[in-house]
């Protein structure tokens, strides 16, 4: 089985720290994808990357940029984190759009 | 802009009832689409998909149906168990990409 580990399952950081979430799968995907889960907003993307060094925006990318250094490693990192980025933040890994396989989440809070 | 739209936020249904969940979308250049359900404290987990050239998916107790000229596509459950409470939410790609666009989700209670 596909396994994509998030590092920590919850996060507690202050306003203006910068913050890294790191996702890692073990099953070689060329594809990587972070999203947020909020409550009436369900899954939005925030970035993707389809290949080591390759990233592209998803539909809310601002504050946040990723990191792929590593065929296995996405991070997101957070720049300067703001209390509208307290959420449910999720990882994914997928060879074709119908297998995405999710970490199960860091739930930050930014206080 | 929600291109992918559940328009019920939760449902809450009666062991061995249907269940049906609904969900909308906009782009009508979408052309897979899929169910996903996800725990609490838990990442969502594939349930069952249809391609556009299909308007009926089976597998076990759940059926996903595409109205491709509605723009509808639904989730049933038949029967219900109280072990499929959990959040759905449906998603859909496009054609040659592996992003998917997934909807706000809607939140099932299967009551004894």
């Known amino acids: 089985d596909v396994k994509v580990t998030q590092s920590s399952r919850y996060l507690v950081k202050r306003t203006g720290e910068k913050v890294f979430l790191e996702c890692v799968q073990d099953?070689?995907?060329?594809?990587m994808f972070w999203y947020r889960q909020d409550p009436g907003l369900g899954l939005r993307l925030i970035y993707f990357?389809?290949?080591?060094?390759?990233?592209e925006k998803g539909d809310i990318p601002e504050g946040y940029s990723v990191s792929r250094e590593k065929k296995e490693r996405f991070s997101l990192i957070l720049e300067s984190a703001s209390t509208n980025q307290t959420s449910m933040y999720l990882c994914a890994s997928s060879l074709w759009s119908g297998g995405y396989t999710f970490g199960s989440g860091t739930r930050l809070t930014v206080v | 802009d929600q291109q992918v739209k559940q328009n019920s936020p939760s449902l809450s249904v009666q062991e061995g009832r249907i269940s049906i969940l609904n969900c909308d979308y906009t782009n009508s250049m979408f052309d897979y689409f899929l169910w996903y359900k996800k725990y609490p404290a838990e990442g969502p987990t594939f349930l069952i998909s249809?391609?556009?050239?299909?308007d009926k998916n089976e597998d076990g107790r759940f059926t996903v149906f595409l109205n491709k000229s509605a723009k509808h596509l639904s989730l049933h459950i038949v029967p219900s168990q109280p072990g499929d409470s959990a959040v759905y939410f449906c998603a859909a790609s496009k054609y040659n990409t592996d992003k998917l666009i997934f909807g706000t989700g809607t939140r099932l209670q299967v009551f004894p």
């Open positions: 099953m070689d995907h060329e594809n």
């Open positions: 990357s389809y290949d080591v060094k390759m990233k």
């Open positions: 249809i391609s556009s050239i299909k």
